[in-house]
Structure formats: structure tokens, C-alpha cells
């Protein structure tokens, strides 16, 4: 005995279309291509939501070098300008021997002079030019070697005696040895 009674008519006729036994057997496929489905799209997403914080992390660390390249570059530029302020150039050119020059003159293109030239005043020339070494070499702590001192020659008759002497200045050679610099004076400075 049946406890559901048979369909009459139309919904017999219906019921012929349609099997039975195939509808549980027609589900299993569709429900393991959704899960699949799903399954797929969740990795995507882990997948690209990975791929972006990496690229996040790689865009903060840009930002924060930039960031540190741009304080260099700041700080590079305010020693520029005050190695560059009219101040420290005099002060520096002081150092280096030099002194301001006197009124100029000028040449116009068609080749006439404009203006009276005139030399340096006598109170600002130096007696003889520094050595650059002795100018920026810093004070060596090694102890300096003796060298044996030899009596000063006698100048020959013809040769001025005012010509300045000056010592030999050491300055330290990038091995750590002590150099000497040249003590006879320039010719024509």
C-alpha cells in the first residue's frame, strides 16, 4: 500500500517527462561545480588581495626612501647656499691669499674700452701666495721626524735677500706617512 496516491491526467502525463531516479543523480555534478566555483573564487581573491598589501608595503617603503632622499637633498642644498653666501666666499678667498680686485674695464663688441682698469690696492696684496696644503690639511697628531738642520747658505751677490722663506709644511699622505711640501717660492706670483 501507498500512501501517495497516483497523479490522474495532466499530472500523469507530466510525471512520464520527468524521471525519478535521475534528479539526485543530476544535482551532485552542479553542486561540486558550484563548490568549485566558489572554492576558485575565494583563492582569486586571497590571491589578489596578497598581490596588493605586497604592493602596498613595497609603496610605503618608496615613499619612505624618497621621503629620506628628499631631507638629503634639502640639507645638500642649504650647504650649497651657505658655501655659496657672498660672506663665505670673501671669507674663504681671504684664506686661499686672494684679495678684491680694483675698478674693472670693459671691452664693448667693437672692441673700445669702457671705463679706467686700476690695480689692486698695496694694503690688501699678500707678501707671497699660501699653499693650498697648508690650507686645508688638518693638524697631524703622529709625531714629526727630526731632520738634521743644515746652516743657511749665503745668497749669492746678486740674488735679493728679501725673498720670503717659508718652512716645509707636512701634511698627511693617504697612506698615514707625513709628506713635505715644496718651500721655494713660485716665480711670477
Given at each position: 500500500m501507498s500512501s501517495k496516491p497516483a497523479p490522474r491526467g495532466r499530472a500523469a502525463r507530466l510525471a512520464r517527462l520527468i524521471p525519478a531516479g535521475r534528479a539526485r543523480a543530476a544535482r551532485t555534478p552542479f553542486v561540486l561545480l558550484v563548490v568549485?566555483?566558489?572554492?576558485?573564487?575565494?583563492?582569486?581573491?586571497?590571491?589578489?588581495?596578497?598581490a596588493l598589501s605586497e604592493g602596498s608595503f613595497e609603496l610605503d617603503d618608496i615613499k619612505r626612501r624618497t621621503k629620506s632622499l628628499t631631507d638629503e637633498e634639502q640639507a645638500l642644498q642649504r650647504d650649497i647656499d651657505a658655501y655659496s653666501a657672498p660672506d663665505a666666499l670673501q671669507r674663504r678667498a681671504r684664506e686661499l691669499g686672494m684679495v678684491p680686485g680694483g675698478?674693472?674695464?670693459?671691452?664693448?663688441?667693437?672692441?673700445?674700452?669702457?671705463?679706467?682698469?686700476?690695480?689692486?690696492?698695496?694694503?690688501?696684496?699678500?707678501?707671497?701666495?699660501?699653499?693650498?696644503?697648508?690650507?686645508?690639511?688638518?693638524?697631524?697628531?703622529?709625531?714629526?721626524?727630526?731632520?738634521?738642520?743644515?746652516?743657511p747658505a749665503a745668497a749669492p751677490a746678486g740674488t735679493p735677500s728679501s725673498t720670503p722663506v717659508r718652512p716645509a709644511a707636512t701634511t698627511p699622505a693617504p697612506g698615514g706617512a707625513l709628506r713635505s711640501a715644496p718651500t721655494t717660492p713660485t716665480?711670477?706670483?
Open positions: 568549485l566555483l566558489l572554492g576558485g573564487g575565494l583563492l582569486g581573491l586571497l590571491v589578489l588581495n596578497s675698478d674693472p674695464a670693459f671691452l664693448n663688441p667693437d672692441g673700445s674700452v669702457k671705463g679706467v682698469p686700476s690695480a689692486a690696492p698695496r694694503s690688501a696684496v699678500l707678501t707671497g701666495p699660501r699653499a693650498p696644503e697648508a690650507l686645508t690639511a688638518a693638524p697631524s697628531t703622529a709625531p714629526v721626524p727630526a731632520t738634521p738642520s743644515a746652516p716665480p711670477g706670483r
